[in-house]
């Protein structure tokens, strides 16, 4: 079964600067893809990145990037100037690939909580 | 276009009673999915419905069951309830294309305590 560790509980930064939350997996399988969500305080889950194992260039987007080691099994998240809207939640995922019958089952890190200080 | 309504958004039961939390999915999404988030375990996946079948079940106690109606809509059921059932159970919706995965879109979920 695949599983995700998130090792930091809790990381904080200070506002317009640069944080990295990490994220490591395990998995016997080629394919798959990765994710980044962001839970805010008593707000729901959205999606920041996502990657696909295929793909050697790590995902973009706006200030958010990933690095992507898939020999190691790594894909860390850095957030670039960060904003106090930036404060919440952060948890890695892990999904298959659809397969027949398959699913879209994620199996989520335990969280890492971002505090930005102004 | 509306997100993925959840409700009730908070109850309280006692011991022993059941409970059933209702989704609503994004227009046009088949998949729907249920996560367990409590402080100690994290996310956990509850099962997935897709086209109103049981595509993926998680490790959870039969106590735990869920359906998926016609209009995509689904339902999760959770009997006998105990006091470690106290959490926050999220609904996800996606539309999944071509075998691609789809964006998983969560609800705002439904806080349960058991008391």
């Known amino acids: 079964a695949q599983t995700v560790t998130q090792s930091q509980p809790e990381m904080s930064v200070q506002e317009a600067e640069t944080v990295t939350l990490s994220c490591t997996y395990d998995?016997?399988?080629?394919?798959?893809?990765l994710f980044w969500y962001k839970q805010p305080p008593s707000r729901q889950m959205i999606l920041v990145i996502r990657q696909e194992a295929y793909k050697q260039q790590n995902a973009t987007e706006n200030r958010f990037s990933v690095n992507f080691q898939k020999a190691a099994k790594s894909f860390s998240l850095k957030i670039s100037d960060s904003q106090l809207g930036d404060a919440a939640m952060y948890f890695c995922?892990?999904?298959?690939?659809?397969?027949?019958?398959?699913?879209?089952?994620?199996?989520f890190g335990k969280g890492t909580k971002l505090t930005v200080n102004p | 276009k509306a997100g993925v309504t959840q409700t009730p958004r908070y109850l309280i039961k006692t011991r022993g009673q059941q409970v059933t939390l209702s989704c609503s999915p994004i227009?046009?999404?088949?998949?729907v999915s249920w996560y367990q988030q409590t402080p100690g375990q994290g996310l956990q996946f509850l099962f997935e419905?897709?086209?109103?079948?049981?595509?993926n079940k998680g490790n959870f106690p039969g106590r735990f069951s869920g359906r998926q109606f016609s209009n995509s809509r689904s339902e999760m059921n959770v009997s006998t309830l105990e006091l470690g059932d106290s959490a926050l159970y999220l609904c996800?919706?996606?539309?999944?294309?071509?075998?691609?995965?789809?964006?998983?879109?969560f609800g705002e979920g439904s806080r349960l305590t058991v008391l």
């Open positions: 419905y897709f086209s109103e079948t049981q595509r």
């Open positions: 998995t016997s399988e080629s394919d798959y893809y």
């Open positions: 996800a919706s996606s539309f999944t294309t071509g075998g691609r995965t789809g964006e998983l879109f």
């Open positions: 995922a892990y999904r298959s690939p659809i397969t027949q019958g398959g699913s879209e089952k994620l199996v």
């Open positions: 227009s046009g999404h088949r998949s």
